[in-house]
């Protein structure tokens, strides 16, 4: 890395593409390549998705991508909230199309026509599905790779409840699998509940996961939505109840994209490249020989080493032989690997290995006899140490504020309180020119900066991406 | 299933929504919702896919849906093969495009811009990647789950090499991983070079792996294409030799898809429905309790089975209260799993349980001690029996011909001598309302069917799907 992180936009940009995660040539504007790296690591994220959804009862299945203009039409603030950034095919071959589809930028359109035929009676509920996709939005905004992009790789699980209290019981599930999510990925977050404004259109009300980038903005990693009955009355999603009536479903989404992984770079990467969470890692300890003149004698020991810890860690071998281990030590530290073993003559005469945490930087000479123990136990430490130190940094840049004064210049979250009123969050957002990104769950009396209304309302104001 | 396999299109049609495979219902035509268990089924040949591709040194990528207009107007040929059947964006929200975007039939024309990117030297050779996408066709003829779709779950590894030869020796790897596929998923086939007139559009020539379906129609189950220099020159992938001068690469590509899944159900189903091959199946043993008075005992020792085999198999237990085990009987066949696991009050007993056989319906017992192994070799046995019984099958369905008569009426491939000729080709189809599927590797002396010129070329002739 030539950049330093202190100018993070630039750094951000030209790190993803240095550390081999995509390629942003692809001629189409908001749309990459997904370098082998970077989809090792999108699908390690996706695998461990696949794990906690199915362990709280979730199925995967696929939906078509292609959504006719008619479904996508039945709900109204849906349509209006999509409308301005759908893709739309409109014709097969060289014949216009007699409706129209369009891409999805979400599966509520494509979904709940068919859970309207699959779901009969009480039975049948709860629905707990989820599905791993490409999704497309036609963003007019600049973009950003991995934060703002027209083809977007995406999760989304859909439930359908019996009643209000079981997609409400379903929202705090949500929270609870959010909260494994991050831990695993080691990112640093709060929890907010969106404005009106700002809402998933059709939704009744939306959480946000809300993290901050180095540059101070909030990125939104996470969203969980309670759509009640608003979709279900469009779609004609009815059950018949044990009483004999019949009633609409109550339904919840849980969205998350290759958003995350932009959270990951941004967040723990430093000088000298990413620094990637030892669970979700392509490759968690990386294998490199001390070459000197008895070179095929230290090849030889890095390779039973490998054959040592393959069953045990993702472990690479990096046997290049054009390259000199400076330049591989550049190279991995770049890649973000958390650990680098290091195996030279004089190690194999020691019956030892080097350890170098990518977090700290910290060497340690470790015998052969404890080495998996030693390595088992720095992932974990590394894992924690990136959850601390991210933790800290992130709550450091949340800040209270008295009055309107100082939030422009605030590189982080500025917490006021504000009445609740729209017309007075709305004033907020103007003044300061910034947004209201939601509001926490934590209450706290004052008075609300605009009007000057006691409220127990918070308000998280921030630049969001 | 109440429809028997001999009126074998009713019955294809109905066992893929009975097992639970798909749902048909979806509102477009040619695309289908992924049910949990035919998703999981569907996975399970991708990782298989992941496994052996990532063992033959490539490297698994993602490359966007969305293809620029004039990206895929390089190469003259494929685009001719293609454009009638492509699905065109035109607009984002409200607003015309400035450039369609065609949503990819297959990648080369999204990779190989790229292509051009990576490639410098005959260091960056060979290239050899792959991806797993969905892809999509604008199919005018009558679509078919699974073997005719618009929306495609598509395999497609791409290779370059700097010459000829070796561009040779990934076809022949090709061919190897390509057995290794049919034999995981327990599908016999016949490999032959595709006609002039039936080639991929821009390929060299063309090989397809071919599989007679119970209708007698044969279905392409894989497709391994030489490109040599066609779309290289076309796309500017060139490369610096050792000895300084410049050359195009030498391309190859390897496709497949949900079709397999196709032949699968045709192939290795019967009257009671799925008879899915163990090396992919979702679940491979499922438990059904017996149950009888003391309903908890027997529960508990099938969970205590659960348990004991969870390690070593894809095991489920299906404790649904509501179901005899009758029933539950009838629905595992009808999914296709292939060893059902009987547990009763006196096989608690006797300490020992029952095994049942999908593909031939044989019953075992077998004491705890000793079910593990059993339940393996079970499962192997099974692979092997259906290996054998369906080549058997498709290999009683190839058949030869003296002349033309009958070639009309036969249920399967027909073998005839054909001179090479485009024009004595274009007859034998014309005569038969067959297609020559292709032509076998192996050789054999004899006279064109048609022009009674001495050859040694057969030809397949048969009705494709």
């Keep these: 890395m030539e950049i330093s992180k202190e100018n993070f936009p630039e750094w951000y940009t030209e790190i993803i593409e240095e550390a081999g995660l995509v390629d942003k040539r692809y001629p189409v504007k908001g749309m990459h390549v997904w370098l082998p790296y970077g989809w090792k690591l999108m699908r390690n994220i996706d695998d461990y998705f696949r794990e906690i959804f199915t362990k709280y009862g979730h199925d995967e299945v696929y939906f078509p991508l292609l959504v006719p203009e008619t479904e996508f039409k039945k709900e109204g603030e849906h349509i209006r909230g ?26 509520e359109t494509a ?56 997609a409400e019981e379903q929202i705090r599930e949500n929270i609870e699998i959010w909260k494994k999510v991050a831990h695993k990925l080691a990112l640093p977050y709060v929890l907010v509940r969106k404005t009106e404004w700002d809402k998933f259109p059709g939704a009744a009300y939306s959480i946000g996961a809300e993290t901050i980038m180095p540059s101070g903005r909030t990125l939104q990693i996470g969203t969980i939505h309670q759509y009640l009955q608003n979709f279900s009355r469009a779609y004609e999603i009815q059950y018949l109840k ?4 019949h009633d609409y479903v109550h339904q919840t989404t849980f969205g998350m994209s290759e958003r995350l992984i932009g959270a990951i770079v941004g967040i723990h990467g430093d000088d000298h490249g990413l620094v990637i969470p030892p669970e979700i890692a392509p490759i968690q300890v990386v294998i490199v020989p001390i070459v000197s003149k008895n070179k095929e004698n230290v090849l030889e020991e890095a390779r039973k080493v490998l054959e040592e810890l393959r069953n045990n860690f993702r472990v690479h071998l990096d046997d290049r032989d054009a390259y000199t281990p400076g330049y591989k030590f550049y190279d991995w530290e770049l890649k973000g690997v958390p650990i680098r073993l290091e195996i030279g003559p004089r190690d194999i005469e020691k019956n030892q290995v080097v350890l170098v945490r990518r977090d700290t930087f910290e060497k340690i000479s470790v015998s052969r006899g404890e080495y998996v123990e030693k390595i088992s136990s720095l992932l974990k430490d590394i894992h924690k140490n990136l959850i601390v130190r991210s933790n ?74």
């Design 111 to 166: 979904m709940y026509p068919l859970f309207s035929l699959w779901i009969r009676t009480h039975a049948d509920l709860p629905l707990k599905i989820f599905q791993i996709v490409n999704i497309f939005r036609y963003e007019t905004k600049q973009t950003r790779t991995f934060i703002r992009m027209r083809e977007v790789h995406f999760f989304e699980s859909h439930t359908a409840h019996a009643t209000e209290e079981e």
């Design 82 to 107: 999509f409308e301005n950034e759908v893709y739309w095919v409109t014709h097969g071959g060289l014949d216009p199309l007699d409706v129209k589809l369009l891409l999805r930028p979400t599966s």
């Design 392 to 465: 800290k940094e992130m709550f450091s840049r949340i800040k209270e504020f008295n009055s309107l004064d100082g939030i422009r210049e605030h590189k982080g979250i500025a917490v006021v309180h504000w009445c609740g009123s729209e017309e007075c969050g709305r004033r907020i957002e103007e003044s300061t020119d910034k947004r209201i990104i939601g509001i926490p769950f934590e209450k706290k009396p004052g008075k609300c900066v605009i009007c000057g209304k006691e409220t127990d309302t918070l308000a998280y104001v921030a630049k969001p991406y």
């Design 242 to 245: 044990e009483d004999g009536t």
